[in-house]
């Protein structure tokens, strides 16, 4: 089964302007990890944010964890991302005058997990990333590639079906981007589907199977990265 599926996806944001993807077509496997690459402009955020369920397709169909998101209302789209998309930003999105912990306790709390389930599975997580000793720091007291793994033990919180990251590596140096690359490779391993914005080319060989390609909003090839073909 897929854990995404498009089909003759379109988004025009004006009428008059040019449309940001034009009859997109993606398949990504329940396991799979896949990146999508492109210039910048070329639609890469605008389909992240389709498949989040964060925007709206104008045309064609979107499909993601089973879940058929045309149509869908406003309160429908905000369960439906609680329950099956982590998501992890170039710059964390983490809040400032929370601990780690309860960063990372939020999004499950506000799905409805109990505080004692969340604590426990929050501790859990930020051990398992390597930053439990970070707990009860506040982020602006961690390093770059300390507050992205608190991003990604947040966005792990509700066992989503489907990791969504934009950029993960893009505001970290290139040894703490390896390491976020381990992390997110070490994910996939365990059965996690990943799909990745990025310009990293390292990211995308090492930590996906295959890489989409897009220009202009449309997918203009896609080929199997080397990096898992060495690990098979
Ligand atoms: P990328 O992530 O590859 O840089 P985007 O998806 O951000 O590309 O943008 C694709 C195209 O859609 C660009 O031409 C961009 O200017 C346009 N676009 C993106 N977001 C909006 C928006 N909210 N309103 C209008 N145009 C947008
Ligand atoms: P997109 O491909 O979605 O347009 P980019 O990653 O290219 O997004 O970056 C969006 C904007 O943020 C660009 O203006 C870019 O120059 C800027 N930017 C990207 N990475 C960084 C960074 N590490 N620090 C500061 N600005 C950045």
């Known amino acids: 089964t897929d854990v995404i599926r498009l089909e003759a996806v ?3 944001y004006d009428e008059t302007g040019p449309a940001a993807l034009s009859g997109v077509g993606l398949a990504v496997g329940a396991h799979e990890a896949v990146a999508v690459m492109g210039p910048s402009g070329s639609g890469k955020s605008t389909l ?3 498949i989040a369920g964060l925007d709206r397709a104008s045309s064609g169909d979107v499909t993601v964890a089973g879940v058929r998101l045309n149509g869908l209302s406003e309160t429908a789209l905000a369960r439906f991302r609680r329950q099956h998309i982590g998501m992890v930003f170039q710059f964390f999105n983490l809040l400032d005058d929370l601990t780690v912990l309860d960063n990372v306790l939020m999004p499950a709390r506000l799905g409805g997990m109990s505080l004692r389930t969340a604590r426990t599975r929050s501790a859990e997580l930020l051990d398992y ?3 439990g000793r970070h707990a009860d720091a506040y982020p602006a007291r961690l390093s770059g590639g300390e507050r992205q793994r608190v991003a990604i033990a947040r966005a792990l919180m509700n066992r989503p079906p489907l990791l969504l990251a934009d950029e993960p590596t893009g505001a970290v140096d290139s040894a703490t981007g390896r390491h976020i690359t381990d992390l997110l490779a070490e994910l996939n391993r365990d059965g996690q589907a990943l799909l990745l914005v990025t310009h990293d080319e390292r990211l995308a060989q ?5 890489i ?3 220009v202009d909003g449309r997918i203009v090839g896609e080929e199997a990265t080397t990096g898992r073909a060495a690990a098979a």
């Open 10 to 12: 379109t988004k025009q």
């Open 48 to 50: 992240l944010n389709l």
């Open 129 to 131: 990333l390597g930053i």
């Open 206 to 210: 090492e930590c996906t199977g295959r």
């Open 212 to 214: 989409v390609r897009i």
